[in-house]
């Protein structure tokens, strides 16, 4: 599956089987950690069969259920976009490994998850293989989270659809992308929960539709 397919493939999923993911697949997400890692500074871990984060009313509120792997990512105040844009490039390499992922704010247990001190933010990422295979989400139109200055090519209408299959905070998908001129795209987060998570989300779903060698960001 190519990283294209993936986003056109990939539904959040809340329930997962009890199967392990394989060492030889663990290493190939060891590996994007730590490209993702040393390319954005946030500290980003993969944890393997530990349920105790996602053993709470909160999950159990939250629909989740069988998980024992998840990545975490931690970071400090201003990072939030590249928290996004980082952890949804794993999420989507995932996909391609045949993974099933799920972006979770709110419902797991904080304390429980493993992350570097000192970072004042954090966001997991459920991940294994799931007992089902999620859903469509609604989702907006383009004229809702686009807009133009100039005729708007194929590449800039390819990069919006695709980030409107992008996962975002409670389906909010608070984001809007303006073509300033043929070659620059500007975008913004919208007021809403964990947008400016979502910004970075949805930018990196933006440059694999449209190509990154079609524009530059404004």
């Known amino acids: 599956m190519t ?3 993936a986003i056109r493939h990939r539904h959040s999923v809340r329930k997962y089987l009890d199967k392990p993911i394989p060492e030889d697949v663990q ?17 980003i871990h993969l944890v393997i069969d530990e349920p105790e ?23 400090g105040k201003g990072m939030d976009e590249m928290a996004g ?6 999420v989507l390499l995932a996909e391609t490994l045949g993974l099933s992922t799920c972006w979770v704010a709110l419902t797991y247990r904080k304390a429980s998850v493993k992350k ?20 469509a989400h609604r989702s907006k139109s383009f ?15 390819n990069g919006v659809e695709a980030a409107l299959l992008a996962p975002t905070a409670i389906n909010q998908q608070r984001f809007l992308f303006t073509l300033v001129d043929e070659h620059a795209v ?24 449209a190509g990154k060698e079609n524009f530059a960001w404004k």
């Open 3 to 5: 990283i294209e397919e």
């Open 27 to 43: 290493r190939i997400l060891m590996k994007a950690i730590e490209d993702a890692v040393a390319e954005s500074g946030l500290d």
């Open 53 to 75: 984060a996602f053993d709470c009313r909160l999950a159990h509120y939250g629909r989740f259920s069988g998980v024992k792997n998840y990545i975490s990512l931690s970071f």
């Open 85 to 90: 844009y980082y952890g949804e490039r794993l």
């Open 116 to 135: 570097t001190r000192g970072k004042d933010r954090g966001i997991v990422i459920s991940i294994g293989y799931g007992a089902e295979r999620g859903s």
């Open 143 to 157: 004229d809702s989270v686009a807009k133009a200055n100039c005729p708007i090519p194929l590449w800039f209408r």
């Open 186 to 209: 500007k975008a913004e987060a919208r007021p809403g929960f964990w947008s400016k998570v979502d910004l970075g989300i949805v930018k990196l779903h933006f440059e694999i539709g």
